[in-house]
């Protein structure tokens, strides 16, 4: 049986030393007033007051990972930065996945061709510009 005349929780009462009662506000049992805690929360950078008072069962602590990551600011740049030039230094080139390596420079299997037998190799910094009076290029032809 319980109900308001008959309080159901974990209040001591005690005649020398009286404390109030009160109602824990998730679980609803009734609990001395000065066991309650006031339910955190973090939002943003700060501890935020859910204002619940819970009992010691009750109560979650406040996750961390509702707290706002702060991130450190970007260190500051260099004077007169020298960069390497990774694309002089590496040519580039294209082939077809079927050539074998000899040893040596020999290479043997299907190359990539022009319509004029020249092998295709492009490195980096002889890219050929369009000609305009290409049909093929331009799908004129």
């Known amino acids: 049986m319980s109900g308001p005349w008959h309080p159901t929780g974990r209040a001591v009462t005690s005649p020398t030393s009286p404390r109030a009662h009160a109602v824990c506000d998730r679980c609803g049992f009734v609990v001395n007033r000065i066991e309650l805690k006031w339910q955190l929360q973090w939002q943003g950078t700060q501890l935020q007051n859910l204002r619940l008072l819970v009992c010691r069962e009750c109560y979650d602590r406040p996750q961390p990972q509702l707290k706002t990551i702060i991130l ?48 295709i190799i492009m490195e980096i910094n002889d890219t050929p510009v369009p000609n305009p009076n290409n049909p093929v290029i331009y799908g004129d032809g």
Not at 83 to 107: C, K, L, N, Q, R
């Open 72 to 119: 450190p600011a970007d260190p500051l740049p260099i004077l007169n930065p020298r960069p390497d030039f990774y694309a002089i230094e590496v040519p580039s080139f294209m082939a077809t996945e079927d050539m074998t390596f000899f040893g040596g420079d020999s290479f043997e299997g299907n190359v990539i061709t022009t319509e004029d037998g020249n092998p």
